[in-house]
């Protein structure tokens, strides 16, 4: 965004104002060198990257685009911060998961630059009975807790508050969060809360209120929702449903809406795609702030966000490449205000995480703060068209949603007649078909994957809760290929393999052999790309090319390929029907299927 000084001296004021249409006819022209012809008015459109919700990224924003006031930080609507400060003060809250019973894992973590911990706590994870072991050198009065604790949220409740009661902490001293969720817990697991569900969770949430300043009675987790495979709108609008009846609750057992407001924490999912998450955070707290506003206490709305690194977008091939992922998604948290943040390990889709990997996540942090700074500005995205632009829509198509939740009964019941998993399938399914033909790629397992990387290898983490919403990876399809050809070679003692034909000068082969290899690769199939088909021992061929080498010697590369034995013939480009072929393989094309399909006839199971 560009701001003319007081005197209005530009450096463009001997240039004459350039113009959309005249950007637009640019375009048209670039377009049309690369051989898409279309007019002025539609070259925005051609360039438009669509988004799930219906939205759409543009390649151009202006001041026309500009969205409703976001306000200032500290004030309604709060979307450029809930705090007037930001996190300019110290950074943001830097919260690490365990899991685990090792309290020497919980004391590295503290020593090292983790701010808060977030603790599983229930036969998934740390017993109830446990709690003083793992926290034994933890100064409770120092480091804030959060309890997510499912169905045993109450017992680890009275036990934390019997610890803190134990260790000589003053009730305004407990810092954190009793993490009651049950609508949370019904979505992981299925089972529907009972009427004194709420009961007991407004009861721990008046104690709180009237007794411990600093700690908060529940969490509105939005994870179940993302962790299915919903949209970023659908996770906004299903925590905006789940806040509400929470608050309905909290009220009904005698709290005040200001109070009952102060009793909620949003934990949300960072992916990395920036941008979005970066719109997503600022959107939900505008949303939460439009709720405040219509339960009468609009200056009490100020969202409690806590952001975590998706565990959807983590690979358990080529892990490596999560803490790439978990950077940008830490960037993105940050910058788009969150109070707290907890980064996943990247190892956290292979079991429990190891030393290395839990200082390399409590690092991410620690140096995006402390060496990059982004904590020192406010809402650093804040202005920029395009992220005004995006959080404004985003914000319209969660509430779209949560209104839908609302009009069928509220999420109770979309979560019980099954309407709530059919519309994040729906969104799951569409997804997934971007990934299959690798619109969306990713990094390590359908593109550029290694088949030959040496496995990492962690101890089982402890089960997680199941019988609800189903938890979906990116990963999952290719994984299930991968795991066949695993399979093949532990049986065998070598992979399945394709042998790559290349046919003309370099010039005309590389770029789709470089895709062949890429795409077989990613199947778990071995591609040979040196000396002679009877010596590879292949059973199928992909011919490599051009279109001009096709048309000239497809027809009988493929015959001669037949004759040597082989049982299929592949061809790396556009379908078309050249004699002998049998398949062809594309940019675009359903790789997963393709891949199945060709694993199938190898006979890998």
């Not at 955070?281 to 975590?308: F, I, K, N, Y």
């Not at 940050?334 to 190891?354: C, R």
Request: charge should be negative; charged fraction near 20%; include cysteine.
């Amino acid at each position: 965004m560009t701001v003319l000084p007081d005197d209005g001296l530009s450096l463009a004021a001997e240039f004459p104002e350039a113009t959309r249409a005249q950007w637009q006819r640019l375009v048209t022209g670039v377009l049309s060198r690369s051989g898409k012809d279309v007019p002025d008015a539609e070259a925005e459109e051609t360039l438009s990257t669509a988004l799930e919700d219906g939205l759409r990224t543009r390649p151009l924003y202006t001041a026309a685009d500009a969205a409703p006031d976001p306000g200032l930080p500290g004030f309604p609507p709060f979307v450029r911060s809930g705090r007037a400060a930001g996190n300019t003060v110290g950074g943001w809250d830097v919260r690490q998961r365990h899991a685990a019973s090792d309290p020497e894992a919980v004391l590295t973590d503290l020593e090292n630059g983790v701010t808060s911990l977030w603790l599983t706590v229930g036969p998934d994870g740390i017993p109830v009975d446990g709690l003083d072991r793992v926290l034994r050198d933890v100064y409770l009065d120092l480091a804030p807790l959060v309890l997510d604790a499912g169905a045993e949220t109450s017992a680890a409740a009275r036990e934390l508050l019997a610890l803190y009661e134990r260790r000589g902490v003053a009730p305004e001293a407990a810092l954190g969060n009793l993490g009651a969720d049950p609508l949370g817990t019904e979505a992981r697991t299925g089972s529907a809360y009972d009427g004194d569900g709420f009961a007991a969770t407004a009861a721990l949430a008046r104690l709180c209120a009237e007794s411990y300043p600093g700690l908060r009675a529940l969490t509105v987790d939005a994870l179940p929702y993302h962790e299915a495979g919903g949209s970023a709108a659908q996770e906004l609008g299903a925590s905006l449903a789940t806040g509400v009846a929470y608050l309905r609750a909290l009220t009904d057992g005698g709290l005040s809406v200001e109070r009952a407001l102060g009793q909620l924490e949003f934990r949300y999912a960072a992916t990395a795609d920036q941008f979005l998450t970066i719109a997503k955070l600022r959107a939900a707290r505008r949303l939460w702030a439009r709720v405040a506003e219509a339960c009468g206490a609009p200056s009490a709305g100020a969202q409690l966000q806590h952001a975590v690194t998706s565990s959807v977008m983590t690979t358990a091939r080529d892990p490596w490449v999560n803490m790439l992922r978990a950077t940008v998604a830490t960037l993105a948290a940050g910058v788009g205000g969150a109070e707290s943040v907890t980064v996943h390990p990247f190892d956290h889709a292979l079991g429990l995480p190891d030393a290395f990997a839990r200082r390399i996540a409590r690092n991410t942090s620690t140096v995006l703060i402390e060496e990059s700074h982004l904590a020192r500005v406010i809402d650093p995205a804040g202005g920029s068209w395009y992220v005004e632009s995006l959080t404004d829509e985003l914000a319209r198509a969660a509430w779209a949603f949560f209104q839908e939740i609302e009009r069928s009964g509220g999420l109770a019941a979309g979560l019980r007649s099954g309407r709530i998993e059919e519309r994040l399938s729906a969104t799951w399914a569409e997804r997934s078909r971007s990934l299959a033909k690798r619109r969306e790629p990713v990094t390590g397992v359908s593109e550029f994957p290694h088949l030959a990387e040496k496995p990492v290898v962690r101890e089982p983490a402890p089960a997680r809760p199941s019988g609800g919403l189903p938890r979906v990876r990116r990963d999952a399809a290719f994984e299930a290929l991968r795991a066949r050809s695993d399979a093949h070679l532990a049986a065998t003692g070598a992979r399945p393999r394709v042998f790559l034909a290349t046919l003309g000068p370099a010039a005309a082969h590389t770029a789709r052999l470089t895709f062949a290899v890429n795409l077989f690769q990613a199947g778990g199939i071995e591609p040979v790309t040196e000396g002679s088909f009877s010596d590879s021992g292949a059973g199928e061929v992909c011919l490599c090319s051009s279109d001009a080498v096709y048309e000239e010697r497809a027809a009988e590369e493929a015959a001669a390929f037949r004759a040597a034995g082989a049982g299929h013939v592949v061809l790396a480009g556009r379908p078309a029907s050249y004699p002998g072929v049998d398949s062809y393989v594309f940019a675009g094309c359903d790789a997963v299927a393709v891949l199945a399909a060709t694993l199938d006839r190898m006979g890998v199971s």
